[in-house]
């Protein structure tokens, strides 16, 4: 069964220190991993994507890793800001159906306190 | 940010009364898609269409229905709205083309209340 896997549930930091956000899948055959963030009453918005080929990518605060090897993700979110508040999906995109079927993960809840 | 909107934003409604949530886009995307979420739980897939005159059931089962009479718009109907309606519905759309690589972009979606 195709399954996506976050951890922690949720996460509390003081703003300015760091956090690392855990994704784990079993989407079979994998295609790629996004990592979306969504606000309280907002759709998701689309962070950063990876490949199968890609273990690392970066954009502005937010670092993604991807081992395809052992299934995992993490998301690393340097000098954590205010805004920073919100909800991080983990999803997985298989590349074996004609609609492009997206595996959701519960999301971390991240709070940012000043 | 997405060219994607939805309206209303909020929805409080009382049970039995037909409800139409709207979804539209202006980046000419072909594929679209109604998604519902539930505090703290993942996105599930309701309904999605491919194009003008498609549509497809998704993974969860919904007593919703879904039009795609026009390419940017893709409204839902509830005929009948129960309490176990509640939800957040989030509507998203995709270019064509090879499908796993192609970004969904969200609306910001419509929070609905049966009471």
């Known amino acids: 069964k195709n399954q996506v896997e976050q951890s922690p549930q949720s996460l509390i930091i003081l703003e300015g220190k760091n956090c690392t956000l855990q994704?784990?899948?079993?989407?079979?055959?994998?295609?790629?991993l996004r990592w979306y963030k969504q606000d309280t009453g907002r759709g998701p918005v689309s962070l950063t994507i990876?490949?199968?080929?890609?273990n690392t990518k970066s954009n502005r605060r937010y670092t993604a890793t991807l081992d395809a090897d052992t299934k995992q993700s993490s998301l690393h979110i340097t000098a954590s800001q205010l805004s920073d508040s919100a909800s991080y999906i983990c999803?997985?995109?298989?590349?074996?159906?004609?609609?492009?079927?997206?595996?959701f993960g519960r999301g971390t809840q991240l709070t940012v306190w000043p | 940010e997405a060219d994607i909107y939805q309206t209303p934003r909020y929805l409080v409604i009382g049970t039995g009364k037909k409800i139409t949530l709207e979804c539209s886009q202006t980046?000419?995307?072909?594929?679209m898609y109604w998604y519902q979420q539930d505090p703290g739980m993942e996105l599930h897939l309701i309904h999605y269409?491919?194009?003008?005159?498609?549509?497809e059931k998704g993974d969860l089962s919904s007593e919703s229905t879904v039009s795609r009479i026009r390419t940017e718009h893709f409204p839902l109907t509830l005929e009948s709205a129960r309490p176990s309606h509640t939800s957040q519905y989030l509507c998203?759309?995709?270019?064509?083309?090879?499908?796993?690589?192609?970004?969904?972009?969200f609306g910001p979606g419509t929070r609905l209340t049966v009471l």
């Open positions: 998203a759309s995709s270019e064509s083309g090879l499908p796993s690589y192609n970004e969904q972009f």
């Open positions: 994704c784990n899948y079993t989407v079979s055959p994998f295609s790629n």
């Open positions: 990876m490949t199968f080929s890609e």
């Open positions: 999803v997985v995109s298989d590349r074996g159906s004609t609609l492009g079927r997206l595996y």
């Open positions: 980046m000419g995307h072909d594929k």
């Open positions: 269409s491919y194009g003008v005159n498609s549509t």
